[in-house]
């Protein structure tokens, strides 16, 4: 805790010397580097034009910012960082901003219908897919889709092993051409659900299907 200051100094009045005396409250005596501001007080500077601006302090959250509102400036809080441009605040993406879950599930190929995959956490902005039939040469998938549209990916039939060909489909097993089970992806709140449709014959087997999904 800081102590009571007492100073004294002389100014010249041109006849004489006033006395005048300064005293500092003890909460306001600090180390050299440390200075103190009551909530939502901040420090100012001038810019080129001599117009003063604040450029950081403590709001009423308990947030720190810094900057000023006519200015670019950064704005910082735990939980809530965000860049202004001068224009328009930018939500600044950090590393715990990218939620992501992985699991895998398996899916009985000759079968349609949906697949419901819950206990995420959240809703999906993105999934990438990697789907297999164990010891199936050549039944292979890898494909991504996301909430905003477009679903893009490669598979491999059981005719073709090793040669991979595009599709639209994130998720699609081919025992051969033209027979092929594929899923469609909706993005739900705590998931996603797989719609799972035959085309020809379909594929056989079980697909063990990898996914990781980003928040």
Partial sequence: ????????Y???????????HFETQADMVKGDS?????????????????VAKRLANINSNNQAAFGNIELPMYLFSPSNPIWWDGTK????????????KSGTISRDLSVSGTQKIT???FKPRAIVFLATVTAAAGKTSIGVTSASGGSYGIYSSGV???????????VL??????????????FDDDGFTLNWAKTGL????????????LA
């Fill in 10 to 20: 002389k100014v010249d009045n041109g006849v004489d010397f006033d006395t005048i």
């Fill in 160 to 170: 073709n092993a090793g040669a991979f060909m595009p599709h639209t489909a994130s």
């Fill in 173 to 186: 097993i081919s025992d051969s051409s033209g027979n092929y089970s594929s899923a469609g992806i909706t």
């Fill in 34 to 50: 440390d200075l103190t501001f009551d909530n939502s007080k901040g420090i100012y500077g001038k810019d080129t034009t001599g």
């Fill in 119 to 121: 206990g995420l956490g």
């Fill in 89 to 100: 605040g930018l939500k600044v993406m950090t590393y715990g901003d990218i939620g992501h």
């Fill in 202 to 213: 379909g594929a056989t087997g079980t697909s063990t299907i990898q996914y990781l999904a």
């Fill in 1 to 8: 805790m800081g102590q009571t200051k007492k100073a004294i």
